[in-house]
């Protein structure tokens, strides 16, 4: 059966139209996340992270990459610590790692990554301590010193916590330092006195993981979510930034 003329037409419309519309969902989604000051920075930041790496990647070579920057991603140490991997590679270090055991305990830190991002990217400070601090508590090696990394971001998001230090900040530093006291305990035992105490310290590192948890949930609940920089705002809305507060 032959289609009118005017049916034709509208097809060819409804064709042009699909594609447009999505192109503009897209474009409505990514302005959400996007701002000029955004591009800005993260060329500025981007530009200089480059820059100072080649200039040391010149002096130093392949040394300084691995030291400063890849190690931390390969680094297996079959040693004791706070990681809640410590004793699967502690019994499984002769043998080596197959290719799922490695992607089993990256996965979980890549999705926490990625929805922190997608949560909370537009804040920028809060964004960068919550990533670094699940990085270093989901990292399959966690030393004290690993703590320093996201110690020295909590001046830029303390400001913008309605937490008070009594009780729910006091719990918090109770629950984190207590959890963390518990495993030096047993790594006093194992490491002191010989104990074979190898099971009780990776419960202890669970422990820990959850203190950790708590902390991170704790400090999500009590933040005032504000924007760096400011984007595109639709008629009707208004959004605070922290230039702003």
């Known amino acids: 059966m032959w289609r009118s003329k005017q ?21 409505g989604f990514l302005s959400n996340f996007i701002s000029r000051n955004g591009i800005l920075f993260g060329l500025l930041s981007g530009s200089m992270f480059f820059a100072w790496t080649g200039v040391f990647f010149y002096l130093y070579g392949w040394d300084f990459l691995n030291e400063a ?7 297996t140490d079959p040693r004791h610590n706070f990681s809640i991997y410590f004793y699967h590679i502690y019994l499984h270090h002769q043998q080596g790692f197959s290719s799922i055991q490695r992607l ?34 989901f990292n399959k090696v966690m030393t004290a010193q690993y703590f320093v990394w996201f110690f020295c971001l909590l001046p830029l998001i303390l400001p913008w916590s309605s937490m008070k230090l009594k009780w729910k900040g006091l719990a918090c530093a109770v629950v ?8 030096l305990m047993w790594a006093y035992l194992l490491e002191f006195e010989g104990r074979n105490v190898f099971v009780q310290l990776w419960v202890a590192g669970l422990m820990f993981l959850a203190a950790n948890t708590f902390v991170m949930l704790m400090v999500m609940k009590h933040h005032k979510y504000t924007l760096l920089f400011s984007t595109p705002l639709k008629s009707g809305n208004k ?3 922290k230039k702003e507060e």
């Open 7 to 27: 049916q034709l037409q509208d097809d060819k419309v409804s064709q042009i139209e699909e594609p447009t519309s999505f192109l503009a969902t897209v474009w």
């Open 69 to 75: 920057l890849l190690y931390h991603l390969t680094r």
């Open 104 to 137: 089993a305990s990256f996965l979980p830190q890549l999705i926490v990554q990625l929805a922190l991002i997608l949560r909370f990217s537009r804040d920028l400070p809060f964004c960068m301590f919550l990533q670094t601090v699940a990085f270093v508590a």
């Open 176 to 183: 984190w330092m207590g959890s963390q006291l518990h495993w």
């Open 239 to 241: 959004v605070a930034t």
